[in-house]
């Protein structure tokens, strides 16, 4: 299975120039605990960042920071790790497990934004599969109990 068949497409974006403020209450809108910081260009939005709601807490609040001083592009991490559609999701866990991250912005092969992939998604993912796996015992228990009392 690829990044791309279960990655969210739903991300919400900012700028490097907007505030931080703004950022907070994008975060506190959508209730994520992240942003995409992205550029405009003719390929379409290009992941260049990430602020986290952890950045704004440790890095800027923790530090006394004057909120309305600070933008995005102050305080976002630039070291983005991503994820292209087609990446084999198990590989993807692997690369975030070894770089320490929870979410990555997944890009088209022209480097444009087209979704994120959470840890969150990653265990819905394993509890779907579980829960077939535990449909199919059952299932499996089901039928040989009938047809041993057909016996």
């Known amino acids: 299975m690829n990044v791309g068949e279960v990655c ?10 907007d505030s931080i403020i703004d950022a907070a209450k ?4 959508y209730n994520v605990g992240d942003l995409i910081v992205v550029e405009e260009t003719q390929g379409g939005r290009v992941p260049v960042g990430i602020l986290t709601d952890r950045d704004i807490v440790i890095e800027i609040i923790a530090e006394e920071v004057e909120l309305d001083k600070i933008t ?3 305080s ?3 070291e983005l790790l991503v994820a292209y559609e087609q990446d084999e999701v198990f590989e993807t866990v692997r690369r975030m497990s070894r770089k320490g991250v ?6 088209n092969i022209d480097g444009g934004l087209e979704g ?3 840890v969150d998604n990653i265990i819905d993912l394993l509890a779907e599969q579980l829960a077939d796996l535990a449909s199919l015992v059952v299932k499996q ?9 057909n016996v």
Do not use: A, C, W
């Open 26 to 29: 994008m975060m506190r809108q």
């Open 76 to 78: 976002m991490s630039y």
């Open 8 to 17: 969210n497409r739903e991300v919400v974006i900012i700028s490097k120039g």
């Open 72 to 74: 995005v592009g102050d």
């Open 141 to 149: 228990q089901k039928f040989e109990s009938h047809k041993l009392v």
């Open 102 to 107: 929870r979410r990555l912005p997944v890009i």
């Open 116 to 118: 994120i992939i959470t």
